[in-house]
Nanobody, 122 residues
Framework: QLQASGGGLVQAGGSLRVSCAAS????????MAWFRQAPGKEREFVAS????????YYADSVKGRFTISRDNAKNTAYLQMNSLKFEDTAVYYC?????????????????WGQGTQLTVSS
């Protein structure tokens, strides 16, 4: 079970960190990822991190601004978002699965959190 939290309202140029807490001992076995979905748009890949946390992968739209990390001792993944833009406004979802780090299709991930809303004001 995944529980996303930390969303909110931020001004453009600001920063925010969202978290994804996982229950169960399988957390360390899974690639973790963040996706987002804006109104009227399809869910899109944002970032992923390997089981150990040593390797990450980002969508071009967030590269250099967002950082994904994980703390396996706490069963928690994070997404630090800096230099936020209006177009980053979306519901952010965390996902987990025994999948490749470069799996960017939502259907690839079997486990999902409920989503947390980020609104960036321009």
């Amino acid at each position: 079970q995944l529980q996303a939290s930390g969303g909110g309202l931020v001004q453009a140029g600001g920063s925010l960190r969202v978290s994804c807490a996982a229950s169960g001992r399988a957390f360390i076995s899974y690639t973790m990822a963040w996706f987002r979905q804006a109104p009227g748009k399809e869910r899109e890949f944002v970032a992923s991190i390997s089981r150990s946390g040593s390797t990450t992968y980002y969508a071009d739209s967030v590269k250099g601004r967002f950082t994904i990390s994980r703390d396996n001792a706490k069963n928690t993944a994070y997404l630090q978002m800096n230099s936020l833009k209006f177009e980053d406004t979306a519901v952010y979802y965390c996902a987990a699965g025994a999948v490749s780090l470069v799996a960017t299709t939502p259907a690839t991930y079997p486990y999902w959190g409920q989503g947390t809303q980020l609104t960036v004001s321009s």
